[in-house]
């Protein structure tokens, strides 16, 4: 099967991404909206792994890394592989010497709905890599899927060249004609935890801050305590 073209990122897409590393999902949570999709079952190896990049979809047969292979040989700089399709394969896509290969690319991480292998060496490597699970057993390398096409990762639908964000509290995806948007709402966000921390420091407690008490009283009058 022939592979889609890759998808180069432009001048704007790059201002969009270094703008948005400087939030984490829970700001972008709040910017957006709590109903915002979200997947949190695809955890990163180590909780202090952090994503934002370009997505570079792959779909695999189960069990089998051949497509992860031919992405990763084509992969670009910030590109980050978003693979599907073996979530029940029974074997790890991903190990210590892929991790070793991205990184030196200067891809911007991995995240595999399904098992990986190497979680030591890739925590200490430093290379960005979430999974859904750990395996031993290595993949085949014979069944041949899709590069470059829509793809579901839990909850949420991943097109190629959208923006996707990544931490130990879960992963969201931005299209890329949404991210200045996205930046300016969570920037908003920022100034506002920045606000509430000052007025922590000074004394104040988030019940007063956020006003409570009259939410209290009125809950407490309807239960007739």
């Given at each position: 099967?022939?592979?889609?073209?890759?998808?180069?990122?432009?001048?704007?897409?790059?201002?969009?991404?270094?703008?948005?590393?400087?939030?984490?999902?829970?700001?972008?949570?709040?910017?957006?909206?709590?109903?915002?999709?979200?997947?949190?079952?695809?955890?990163?190896?180590?909780?202090?792994?952090?994503?934002?990049?370009?997505?570079?979809?792959?779909?695999?047969?189960?069990?089998?890394?051949?497509?992860?292979?031919?992405?990763?040989?084509?992969?670009?700089?910030?590109?980050?592989?978003?693979?599907?399709?073996?979530?029940?394969?029974?074997?790890?896509?991903?190990?210590?010497?892929?991790?070793?290969?991205?990184?030196?690319?200067?891809?911007?991480?991995?995240?595999?709905?399904?098992?990986?292998?190497?979680?030591?060496?890739?925590?200490?490597?430093?290379y960005p890599?979430?999974?859904?699970?750990?395996?031993?057993?290595?993949?085949?390398?014979?069944?041949?899927?899709?590069?470059?096409?829509?793809?579901?990762?839990?909850?949420?639908?991943?097109?190629?060249?959208?923006?996707?964000?990544?931490?130990?509290?879960?992963?969201?995806?931005?299209?890329?004609?949404?991210?200045?948007?996205?930046?300016?709402?969570?920037?908003?966000?920022?100034?506002?935890?920045?606000?509430?921390?000052?007025?922590i420091l000074?004394?104040?407690?988030?019940?007063?801050?956020?006003?409570?008490?009259?939410?209290?009283?009125?809950?407490?009058?309807?239960?007739?305590?």
């Amino acid at each position: 099967m022939r592979a889609s073209k890759l998808i180069s990122m432009d001048d704007e897409q790059k201002g969009s991404i270094a703008k948005l590393r400087e939030f984490t999902v829970c700001q972008l949570m709040d910017a957006l909206g709590s109903s915002y999709p979200v997947t949190t079952a695809i955890r990163p190896i180590d909780r202090r792994f952090r994503i934002c990049g370009t997505a570079l979809t792959v779909e695999c047969a189960p069990g089998d890394n051949l497509t992860i292979h031919h992405a990763l040989h084509r992969a670009q700089p910030d590109d980050v592989l978003v693979v599907v399709g073996s979530r029940n394969g029974g074997a790890a896509l991903w190990g210590e010497l892929m991790s070793v290969s991205a990184q030196s690319k200067g891809l911007g991480g991995t995240i595999i709905d399904g098992p990986v292998r190497d979680p030591l060496e890739i925590r200490a490597l430093g290379y960005p890599v979430f999974c859904r699970d750990i395996h031993p057993s290595r993949a085949k390398k014979e069944t041949y899927g899709r590069i470059n096409i829509p793809v579901r990762l839990g909850d949420i639908l991943i097109s190629p060249a959208d923006i996707v964000v990544a931490d130990a509290n879960g992963i969201i995806c931005i299209a890329g004609n949404h991210a200045q948007e996205a930046a300016r709402l969570a920037s908003e966000v920022l100034l506002k935890e920045k606000d509430i921390k000052d007025q922590i420091l000074s004394g104040r407690t988030l019940f007063d801050i956020f006003n409570l008490a009259g939410c209290v009283a009125e809950q407490q009058n309807a239960k007739g305590t």
